[in-house]
């Protein structure tokens, strides 16, 4: 059974920081692509970031670039989202993805496994 499991989101100030990770199981962890989703109210759910399993390659929305940084650990079978400069129109859930492959993907529609997602809130 695969599962992935997101931690490490809650409230922030403006400005702050926050670094969200994403536990994998039951996959070729090695062999996937991850990617980051958030999803805020009334919204469709928007790619944030992604990472492949080889060189790896990063690829991230223009909405985050210079601010998020992702990595992966393949050993330990995580991915993390380092997230710098919060703002107020950061608030979502996030959500952790996989998909098969090295490509980098965009669209929800191209990412085969998703976690539960956890909620950051950017708010003074």
């Known amino acids: 059974q695969v599962q992935l499991v997101e931690s490490g989101g809650g409230l922030v100030q403006p400005g702050g920081s926050l670094r969200l990770s994403c536990a994998v199981d039951?996959?070729?962890?090695?062999?996937?692509?991850m990617g980051w989703f958030r999803q805020a109210p009334g919204k469709e759910r928007q790619f944030v970031a992604s990472?492949?399993?080889?060189?790896?390659?990063?690829d991230y929305s223009d909405l985050v670039r210079g601010r998020f940084t992702i990595s992966r650990d393949n050993a330990k079978k995580t991915t993390s989202l380092q997230m710098n400069t919060l703002q107020p129109e950061d608030t979502a859930v996030y959500y952790c993805?996989?998909?098969?492959?090295?490509?980098?993907?965009?669209?929800?529609?191209?990412?085969?496994?998703w976690g539960q997602g956890t909620q950051v809130t950017v708010d003074s």
């Open positions: 039951g996959l070729p962890f090695s062999t996937y692509t």
């Open positions: 990472i492949s399993w080889s060189s790896p390659r990063t």
């Open positions: 993805a996989a998909r098969s492959g090295n490509l980098p993907g965009y669209s929800t529609a191209s990412y085969e496994y």
